[in-house]
């Protein structure tokens, strides 16, 4: 038979495991254990190998400590100007001090929830329905920092709160897309008009710099013509006064050799003529045989004047009468 020290040792033993097993508690990471003594908190294990008092202390709450994800629900939103979005949001935080979490809230995930619900509507209840949809991270910041002061006596810091969807019914995003396409109609339209009006004004001031480049070349020419003419009458001035010495000095035989000559190059005009056949000299041929005379006698006078200078000795002084 077993002796009874034998069944001490045993019974030791086995009581001495089981007191091991309750009295020794591994907590993983990224968690928090709760203990509670006689139902009342009393400390918190981190991550790591713990001893407790076994039958006394007890685990009360196991708290995850890492950042977790809380799925709002969709909810209907009325806006400022009683339009009615549907909303859907998301929201991280992460647990800060197990013990209040644990302790000061009943169902954290619960009250979390219907917490960003409520505050959601509050402040998008207050803005226009254009606020809404052009205003996205104000809206997530306003959010975040009314949800993250509501939970912090929970001991819950909220990360981040993101708006995942804003749907407006579809008769206004019908019309919200009339209203744009008619926007960006009356832009291209507004565009086109500047358009044209910019063309017109380049091609008025086109116009322009081409009349006054047309009027300084008419300016310019008109001076060089001016200058030509004032040219042309100088030379004929002097011509006129070579022909007057020339008279004051022959008389009758330099004019009719100067009518002479005219009346010639006239004769040659005419005969150069393509349309004249035929021409009849003037019943005044005596007078044009004069002038011819006229010129012979100036040409042997002065082929007399230049034999008497080229006989005179040199250094001679013509005898005056």
Avoid at 38 to 52: D, Q
Avoid at 100 to 126: D, F
Avoid at 134 to 145: F, G, H, M, Q, Y
Avoid at 239 to 268: H, P, W
């Amino acid at each position: 038979m077993i002796s009874a020290a034998l069944i001490f040792v045993i019974a030791f033993v086995v009581v001495a495991l089981v007191l091991v097993f309750a009295g020794v508690k591994t907590v993983p990471q990224g968690t928090n254990w709760t203990i509670e003594r006689f139902g009342r908190y009393t400390r918190t294990l981190s991550p790591g190998l713990h001893l407790i008092i076994p039958f006394i202390d007890s685990v009360g709450r196991r708290m995850n400590m890492q950042e977790s994800v809380l799925d709002i629900p969709g909810q209907k939103v009325i806006t400022k100007d009683n339009a009615t979005v549907q909303v859907d949001a998301v929201a991280f935080y992460q647990v800060i001090d197990a013990a209040r979490a644990a302790y000061e809230v009943q169902n954290l995930h619960q009250a979390m929830s219907n917490l960003a619900v409520t505050n959601i509507r509050s402040v998008m209840g207050n803005m226009a329905l254009d606020e809404v949809l052009s205003r996205r991270n104000e809206i997530n910041d306003t959010l975040l920092a009314v949800i993250d002061q509501a939970t912090n006596p929970w001991g819950v810091k909220v990360l981040r709160v993101e708006l995942k969807d804003i749907a407006p019914p579809e008769d206004l995003v019908n019309a919200m897309a009339r209203q744009m396409k008619a926007e960006r109609e009356k832009r291209a339209t507004i565009l086109e008009a500047e358009g044209v009006r910019e063309a017109s004004i380049k091609r008025a001031e086109g116009d322009k710099q081409s009349a006054i480049l047309i009027a300084e070349g008419k300016r310019e020419a008109a001076f060089r013509e001016a200058e030509a003419r004032e040219r042309q009458a100088q030379a004929e001035a002097k011509a006129t006064r070579v022909v007057a010495e020339a008279i004051a000095e022959n008389g009758a035989q330099a004019i009719n050799y100067f009518l002479g000559t005219k009346y010639v190059e006239a004769l040659a005009k005419m005969g150069s003529s393509n349309n004249a056949k035929m021409f009849f000299l003037p019943v005044e041929a005596a007078g044009v045989m004069a002038s011819i005379a006229g010129i012979g006698e100036l040409a042997k006078e002065a082929q007399a004047r230049s034999a008497l200078d080229s006989n005179r000795p040199r250094g001679s002084v013509p005898s005056s009468g």
